[in-house]
């Protein structure tokens, strides 16, 4: 059974700071990693998508790497704002798509 | 992408009733996918549910508690029965872009029970 973890489980920094934001998984047989944004009341949104034969994808100021043979990822977030203020999931999938969710890291940018 | 409305948006229920959660995509997708999010805790698979099939539970997830139909390739409902205080959660809806891989969420349904 695949178990997602991620590091740290809440984050609180000051604007303009990057985030760095930790994800694992035990089984590395994944067909993508994606990471995701929630926040409160409202559904998730995806941010980045990698799939199992790529390092990284960056989009903006959002930059996610995958090392699949070590099980882990990490989400950097550069120039933080308070917008950026969130609930980041990563989450990893099979060829069946279902997602293995992590439980989350809590990002609070103070302005 | 896909756009997807979930309905109710929330919900305050007494014990021993259901409720029924409606998801409608903007688009004819293959599979769609019910999730719960226990406070506090992330996202669990309930099911993937198929047109035209019956619904494929994940373990601890059972058809009598959590029906699910599937009419169309854009509808889908899932049905908490029997609620006890234990269902309060957030039960979101979500479908994946086979071209892309990528998997969109509804907003989601937030259901407390008393």
């Known amino acids: 059974k695949q178990e997602v973890t991620q590091i740290p489980a809440a984050l609180s920094v000051p604007e303009g700071e990057n985030l760095v934001l930790n994800c694992s998984f035990t089984d590395s047989a994944i067909y993508n990693l994606q990471w995701f944004r929630q926040d409160p009341g409202k559904g998730l949104t995806s941010l980045l998508l990698?799939?199992?034969?790529?390092r990284e994808q960056t989009s903006g100021r959002l930059n996610a790497s995958l090392d699949k043979s070590s099980g882990r990822s990490t989400l950097y977030i550069a120039a933080s704002q308070p917008g950026d203020s969130a609930t980041y999931l990563c989450a990893v999938s099979h060829n069946d798509y279902k997602l293995s969710f992590g439980a989350g890291t809590t990002v609070t940018v103070r302005a | 992408s896909a756009v997807i409305s979930q309905k109710p948006s929330r919900d305050i229920c007494q014990r021993g009733t259901s409720l029924t959660i409606q998801c409608q995509v903007d688009s004819q997708v293959t599979m769609m996918f019910w999730y719960r999010q226990q406070p506090g805790q992330s996202l669990t698979l309930i099911a993937t549910a198929n047109q035209g099939s019956e619904a494929t539970y994940e373990s601890g997830f059972v058809i009598d508690k959590f029906p699910i139909s599937r009419p169309n390739l854009t509808f889908s409902t899932l049905t908490v029965s029997n609620m006890s205080p234990e269902d309060s959660s957030i039960y979101l809806c979500?479908?994946?872009?086979?071209?892309?891989?990528?998997?969109?969420f509804g907003a989601g349904t937030r259901l407390s029970v008393l």
């Open positions: 990698i799939q199992s034969s790529q």
């Open positions: 979500s479908v994946n872009e086979r071209a892309k891989g990528i998997q969109y």
